[in-house]
């Protein structure tokens, strides 16, 4: 398990998920990053989503996000990464979850295309704070939003967070 985000190898890409919970506006945030081997920022994805019942069904409705937004990007071939120990364990398993999130990522799974090559990751939370710091900005986000070619400002101080 890695404690700091490191990038994937060469001609691979890593995408990153977490989930947050905003209780007073009863809404969770997810966030998805895409980067290549050269650490450089292919695609976001911020949403809004009702508030579910606890963090790691968050954080399993996050990683559901990535895999769907990944495959709709076009790529096959990707490292998930998360800091849910529970919901990576649960994506690496070939056996059907009983938690209350099992169902959500058994039917995210079922959607790989069959060619695909996914690696599960577990990082620990300073390994993922780039998507953990745009979950908690998701907030801000009506309904979703998508980046894929120019930046946005507010990433900018969370991408430097992973190179200190």
């Given at each position: 398990m890695q404690s700091?985000?490191?990038p994937p190898p060469t001609g691979?890409?890593?995408?990153n998920f977490d989930?947050?919970?905003?209780r007073d506006i009863r809404k969770a945030g997810i966030e998805v990053i895409v980067r290549d081997s050269n650490e450089q920022a292919i695609a976001t994805l911020s949403e809004q989503a009702s508030l579910p019942f606890s963090l790691e069904i968050a954080k399993a409705m996050a990683a559901?996000?990535?895999?769907?937004f990944v495959q709709g990007l076009g790529f096959t071939s990707f490292i998930l990464e998360g800091d849910s120990a529970n919901v990576i364990n649960t994506l690496k398993s070939e056996e059907m979850?009983?938690?209350?999130y099992g169902h959500i990522l058994s039917s995210a799974k079922s959607l790989l295309v069959v060619s695909s090559y996914v690696s599960f990751s577990h990082v620990?939370?300073?390994g993922n704070i780039v998507a953990h710091n745009l979950a908690k900005h998701a907030r801000h986000v009506r309904g979703?939003?998508?980046?894929t070619e120019n930046a946005p400002p507010h990433p900018d101080y969370v991408?430097?967070?992973d190179h200190g």
């Open positions: 700091r985000w490191s691979m890409i890593k995408v989930g947050a919970l905003f559901a996000r990535a895999l769907s979850s009983l938690s209350t620990r939370r300073f979703f939003s998508v980046w991408f430097l967070t």
